[in-house]
């Protein structure tokens, strides 16, 4: 334990001092300022006003933005490391290959994870000296559902990490992998829908298997709790789960997505030529 929390501290104090973390930080950072500077806050959209407004508009730029800064930064710990010669060093060392490896993934989650998370709480604690009401529930909500995507695109960066030979092929894997959870959202579906003719609940199978997906999905219930947006869709997922179901569906599956990917990135690290 004491390896995996230096490892973690270590990861933590690079990513610090790497240039994405400062531009990763400022973005969430200025979309925060720039939404109380243009009233976002004092804008009114089906109900939902004030800092539930804003916190709405934030977590669908947060959707867009954080998966693709997640995966390409973190598609580079285990296929940099090998291109740098690191792992040399490393078995050199009293450090076991469990240690480091988790021991990054924790601290690359710290990194990716506060920044996001400390501009909602900024936004919360600056709300509440403006004398704003505070939506506290959605707040937690969102921040279970902003961690478990967080997690979830940690696991799956480092899977793909372990299997590619170079940090060329690893960021290329990790842009491939994103784009296609972007189509997946609707494009695909849609066309899979109307030219195969697939019932309407193979298709939202295959959507929720899609973890962007679920997390919109999720954010989209607090905001629309009908899901009106979605269609007759909505009518499989409410009898599948219900709503409150859902939402914690949004955060569980997620998070064992991420562990079970990492934990398979993490076997085939271990068996994989180091050097």
């Not at 010669?85 to 990194?111: A, D, K, N, Q």
């Not at 066309?191 to 609940?201: K, S």
Request: with cysteine.
């Amino acid at each position: 334990m004491g390896h995996l929390a230096l490892t973690a501290r270590l990861d933590v104090a690079e990513s610090i001092r790497a240039k994405w973390f400062f531009v990763y930080s400022l973005i969430f950072g200025g979309i925060v300022a720039a939404f109380f500077a243009f009233g976002v806050t004092e804008s009114r959209v089906l109900g939902f006003m004030g800092l539930s407004r804003l916190l709405v508009t934030y977590i669908q730029l947060a959707m867009a933005i954080m998966p693709i800064f997640i995966l390409l930064t973190t598609v580079r710990s285990v296929a940099g490391d090998r291109e740098a010669g690191v792992f040399e060093y490393l078995l050199s060392l009293p450090v076991s290959l469990s240690s480091w490896y988790w021991g990054r993934l924790i601290g690359r989650f710290l990194t990716v994870f506060l920044p996001v998370f400390l501009a909602m709480l900024g936004a919360a604690l600056w709300a509440t000296f403006k004398d704003i009401e505070v939506p506290w529930r959605m707040f937690a909500i969102y921040t279970g559902q902003l961690a478990a995507m967080s997690w979830c695109f940690l696991g799956l960066g480092m899977l793909l990490s372990t299997f590619a030979r170079s940090t060329d092929v690893a960021q290329g894997s990790a842009f491939v992998l994103w784009l296609t959870c972007l189509l997946f959202l609707d494009l695909i579906l849609l066309g899979v829908l109307i030219q195969g003719r697939m019932p309407a609940e193979g298709v939202v199978a295959i959507a929720l298997v899609n973890p962007l997906q679920v997390f919109r999905t999720g954010a989209l219930m607090l905001f629309d709790p009908q899901l009106v947006v979605f269609g007759p869709a909505a009518f499989v997922i409410y009898d599948w789960f219900g709503g409150p179901k859902f939402i914690i569906y949004s955060m569980v599956y997620p998070a064992f997505l991420g562990t079970l990917t990492a934990a398979i990135g993490y076997f085939n690290f271990r068996r994989g030529d180091l050097v």
